[in-house]
């Protein structure tokens, strides 16, 4: 599991700073997430291929969230995409998109699935045999949605000196990957757990942006890998972060430590501060395994 | 008479080029001109004051000339505006904007109006006391119009040694710039060519993109100081521009050379090509005052 930050200052693009996005690679699946104007010149800049992008997820309809997702689309056209691509958001997203394409006579020359998001209640909104993504509902100023991506339980790992001192056959091995116990030829039955490890513990993401402190999340990030949380602002701007409905450093950090979080990356800062240090060291006050966001930065599970 | 390229490239914005945008200032208004993804970065990369722009005109509705507009617009409301916006544009302009305003629940702060266009015929959009505006109609693949900037002839200039020759008094002063002529007190009349110099003489800029190659917008450009054409291919690809409704580097300079403008001005390149200068040495074949758009560059008059 891989994340790339394109993106993660709140308001308005900047010379040196870019509004959220990010991608999100996961068993070689990638998401992008949240789509802020210039997320293509970002993807560029952070040598990601258009093409393996079939799935975005916008998590609200303010301009700093996805005012490049048309852009992108139309980027993708352009390109000569051939493969379907998948948007997950607030219900809107659709028209705005169609509406635009309609008035330039630019229709995609790729399938273009539109899965609109209404739902107050956390819902599975996609769902492969490797990864669930479901909806963490947020509460912010305009309907909006984190996301919660999840790798599944994968399959068990085979224990290839105890699979060959038994002398079991290759034509088997799947069977025993999927957690079934063998029999020999010789009628003796094999426990599974004799002859695999356990899988690689799945990983989990989650994605909370925008939000004022809301702890109604917390069950559902509960004992998540990676949280991402917004930290719009410090302690100092509690109030405004309150009128605003966004978070500070600190609640960011009570949000990781009550869900259990093993790690707490902050993002969407206001401009306003001169350093983004200052949000770590608030939030390690509460919360010991801080990372901060920063445009152009990865991050591996 | 100052020109500043914000970009002049087709098609999808990337990491070392823009597409299109440029900011006119001509008799202390500052006039943008589309407005592609990523145009507010580049103001701010041009140190032009977001503040002083209180008109924005659209060519056409393609992305690569109107998608920063809604995060322009935003941005601005952001900043605090309380100034006016105009926005000239095609129709539909207004729909796009105002369903991503209501969707994401952020109305501006400032008055935004929208002049739709839609006549096939040249007409004023734009006139005050110092500049008029008129859309060129251009032949592209969605409706599409070019525009003519204009000053206004300005007042007389005072001959000042004549003026005090004559012992005039000052209160007389702006009749005189206003082309009046005077009666001394002893009954001469003085003739107003005589106590002024001519005004400057008024500049013009045409803005022309995108359009194929379309003598019918002649008449309206004739004697333009400086004529913006766009030039996305070679002579080479000209099937590829007829079929695409674009222009080759000639073509424009054809237009340039039938219109008697002064100076052309090439930008809209195709990313295929190597190198621009491509475009100067074919234009230059005929006509021989040719200038390259180029991210960042500003002419003056």
Request: with cysteine; aromatic share 10%; hydrophobic share 40%.
């Amino acid at each position: 599991m891989k994340l790339t930050i394109l993106g993660c200052y709140a308001a308005t693009p900047r010379t040196i700073t870019n509004p959220t996005s990010q991608v999100l690679e996961i068993k070689n699946r990638m998401f992008l997430i949240d789509c802020g104007e210039g997320t293509q010149v970002q993807l560029r800049k952070n040598k990601i291929k258009f093409s393996k992008i079939n799935q975005v997820f916008i998590s609200h309809l303010h301009g700093d969230h996805f005012f490049g997702l048309i852009g992108l689309i139309s980027t993708f056209s352009l390109l000569g995409r051939t493969t379907d691509l998948h948007i997950y958001g607030p219900k809107g997203i659709k028209e705005i998109i169609i509406l635009q394409l309609r008035l330039s006579n630019s229709w995609t020359n790729y399938g273009l699935y539109f899965h609109e998001l209404e739902s107050e209640e956390s819902e599975v909104v996609f769902e492969d045999d490797k990864v669930l993504v479901t909806t963490i509902p947020l509460k912010h100023r305009v309907y909006t949605n984190g996301f919660l991506f999840q790798e599944k339980v994968g399959e068990r790992k085979l224990n290839m000196d105890a699979v060959l001192n038994h002398e079991i056959e290759s034509c088997y091995y799947q069977k025993i990957k999927n957690g079934k116990d063998i029999k020999l030829d010789d009628g003796r039955l094999i426990a599974n757990s004799v002859l695999t490890f356990d899988p690689i513990e799945p990983k989990s993401y989650a994605f909370c942006s925008d939000t004022v402190f809301h702890e109604d999340i917390i069950p559902i990030i509960e004992n998540v890998d990676i949280l991402y949380h917004e930290s719009t602002f410090l302690e100092s701007e509690v109030s405004l972060a309150n009128k605003t409905l966004h978070s500070t450093a600190k609640e960011a950090a009570r949000i990781a430590l009550k869900a259990n979080a093993k790690q707490l990356i902050l993002g969407h800062y206001s401009t306003r501060y001169e350093s983004i240090d200052l949000f770590k060291e608030e939030a390690k006050t509460i919360f010991p395994e801080v990372l901060l966001a920063e445009d152009g930065k990865t991050f591996e599970l």
